[in-house]
């Protein structure tokens, strides 16, 4: 198990090595930023990665897409519906 940080609440969530973050969404609602496509297009679920970038999985293509139209910075900020988490990590939603 790892942990996963938001910065914003000093809160932290146990989740399993390998998950996607969305997987969480119904269990840690109240920890994890709002979710709405699902799918990595339309970027409500942006969030920005405070520490362990190094343990997250690679960025998707839509991903790439997405944070490249916000212009944001691909190795600052996630969409956490895309990620993939390898171990621990802190993040601060943005929306």
Same mark, same amino acid.
């Given at each position: 198990?790892?942990?996963?940080?938001?910065? =914003?609440? #000093? =809160?932290?969530?146990?989740?399993?090595?390998? #998950?996607?973050?969305? $997987?969480? %969404?119904?269990?840690? $609602?109240?920890?994890?930023?709002?979710?709405?496509?699902? !799918?990595?297009?339309?970027?409500?679920?942006?969030? *920005?990665? +405070?520490?362990?970038?190094?343990?997250?999985?690679?960025? +998707? !293509?839509?991903?790439?897409?997405?944070? +490249? =139209?916000?212009?944001?910075?691909?190795? #600052?900020? %996630?969409?956490?519906?895309?990620? #993939?988490?390898?171990?621990?990590? *802190?993040?601060?939603?943005?929306?």
């Amino acid at each position: 198990m790892i942990s996963a940080k938001n910065a =914003s609440k #000093s =809160s932290t969530l146990t989740i399993e090595k390998g #998950s996607q973050l969305q $997987d969480y %969404r119904n269990d840690f $609602d109240d920890m994890l930023p709002e979710f709405g496509c699902c !799918k990595g297009m339309c970027g409500l679920c942006l969030i *920005e990665i +405070t520490a362990g970038h190094e343990h997250l999985g690679e960025v +998707t !293509k839509v991903e790439e897409m997405t944070l +490249t =139209s916000m212009d944001r910075d691909l190795k #600052s900020y %996630r969409l956490a519906c895309q990620l #993939s988490v390898q171990g621990n990590f *802190e993040f601060k939603p943005i929306f």
